[in-house]
């Protein structure tokens, strides 16, 4: 995009809206056809959207055709793998807006920090793309709930990039739990224990050349460029990241209250917590202990960022409990035991090929149209991110807060404050008609 042209778009967004400048979605393919290749743009490739994109290149039906980061270097390198991966460069973009007009792409694959995924799904809907976007699916609750209204509205596929939903392993417990096996299921608890690192930001710079500020800022309030926090530490602090309960938490919270059969949004949340144990520039508490209510059942999520000693043998995982017995799940399997503590059932996959399984789950979806056939659906996806942005504000508000799920607000004026963010002009949040 030229120097005039990101001026007249921005001017024009400033006016009326980003979404209003960006093309309307019946202008873009329908469907892939039987015989087409599913055509991928893959924005953010440096680490985590590496890995996603490579998956997606090796599926036999897709072919990646754009690479899109802010990040000259980045996507230069990635345009080269690429091409001695499979034989045909993607075409390298350092501005996501580009993409939303070319109808040869039929989806995006968003793996940014996470104060775009939400904002990236949302345009990708309204541009007539399915989306697959790594988790958290947004940087907050407003957010969130846009990008929903977004894919209902115009018949989008997204899909949020928590790769254990589509395990055979998490599946066959959530099953045994519902065969009755454990009586009633009151009782569920996640965790992560671990030991993280400080974090003390560098002093502020220029940005180097060849790397795009502006955009990589997006949405977020001007900041002067560190490249402390470009280099990952964007996910300790408020502005850009979810703290390590969007980054790693929402995993086992989704993975708990799905084999708890919890798909509804919990009654209420209150979080006992705090930065206690590192003295650096992160602002996200290091330790949280978080309950999620519900009308029947209590969900806990436990992090402890400075606090090697596992629970049940792993560091991640979570631990489910009914009247007869309880279920111990890892990222990779599962276990049964009974009221005397005996193993009696369980059943596991090799950690290496559940991203494949999401990604073919998804990409089944872009060609059937069967949104009910995704297994970690946009709504489902948003859930579980909204349970992690709640446990923060409550966190951050110190108040035990009720959720009302309709217009997922809270019943608190301070945690309400924290549900969206002011947006800077020129990346201003799509309004969904």
């Not at 440096?46 to 996603?52: A, P, Y």
């Not at 402890?304 to 049940?312: A, C, E, Q, V, Y």
Request: glycine share 8%.
């Amino acid at each position: 995009m030229s120097n005039h042209t990101r001026r007249a778009f921005l001017h024009r967004s400033a006016a009326v809206g980003l979404a209003a400048a960006i093309g309307s979605p019946a202008t873009n393919r329908a469907a892939v056809a039987a015989n087409d290749k599913i055509a991928v743009a893959c924005i953010g490739v440096r680490g985590r959207g590496n890995s996603v994109m490579r998956t997606f290149a090796a599926a036999a039906d897709c072919v990646v055709t754009y690479i899109c980061d802010v990040n000259e270097a980045v996507r230069k390198q990635r345009g080269e793998e690429m091409k001695q991966k499979t034989g045909a460069k993607p075409k390298l973009v350092n501005d996501f807006r580009e993409l939303l007009d070319d109808n040869s792409i039929d989806a995006l694959m968003i793996a940014t920090p996470d104060h775009w995924h939400a904002m990236l799904t949302i345009h990708g809907c309204l541009a007539g793309k399915d989306v697959y976007v790594e988790k958290p699916a947004s940087h907050n609750i407003v957010e969130g709930k846009v990008a929903v209204a977004a894919a209902r509205k115009h018949d989008r596929m997204v899909q949020m990039g928590t790769q254990i939903r589509s395990a055979e392993f998490l599946r066959e417990a959530a099953a045994y739990v519902r065969s009755g096996a454990l009586g009633k299921v009151i009782y569920g608890k996640a965790w992560e224990t671990d030991r993280s690192r400080e974090l003390h930001l560098a002093a502020n710079d220029e940005p180097p050349a060849g790397f795009d500020y502006d955009i990589w800022q997006g949405p977020v309030a001007e900041r002067a460029y560190n490249p402390t926090i470009i280099g990952g530490a964007w996910r300790w602090l408020f502005d850009y990241g979810t703290g390590d309960l969007g980054n790693d938490g929402v995993h086992r919270i989704d993975y708990c209250r799905y084999v708890m059969g919890l798909d509804a949004m919990p009654t209420t949340i209150s979080c006992a917590g705090g930065k206690f144990f590192f003295k650096d520039d992160q602002q996200w508490p290091d330790t949280m202990l978080i309950s999620y209510e519900y009308p029947e059942a209590v969900l806990q999520y436990e992090m402890r960022l400075w606090s090697r000693p596992k629970l049940f043998d792993a560091t991640e995982g979570a631990a489910i409990y009914g009247e007869n017995g309880w279920l111990l799940l890892t990222n990779s399997s599962w276990k049964a035991f009974d009221a005397a503590g005996k193993l009696v059932k369980q059943g596991a996959n090799d950690a290496g090929e559940i991203e494949q399984l999401h990604v073919r789950n998804f990409l089944n979806a872009v060609r059937s149209r069967k949104r009910d056939s995704l297994n970690q659906e946009i709504h489902s996806g948003h859930v579980s991110t909204l349970m992690c942005h709640a446990g923060n504000i409550a966190w951050r508000t110190g108040k035990k807060l009720r959720l009302d799920a309709t217009a997922e607000t809270f019943d608190d004026a301070a945690a309400n404050q924290l549900l969206g963010r002011e947006h800077r002009r020129g990346f201003e949040l799509p309004q969904i008609a």
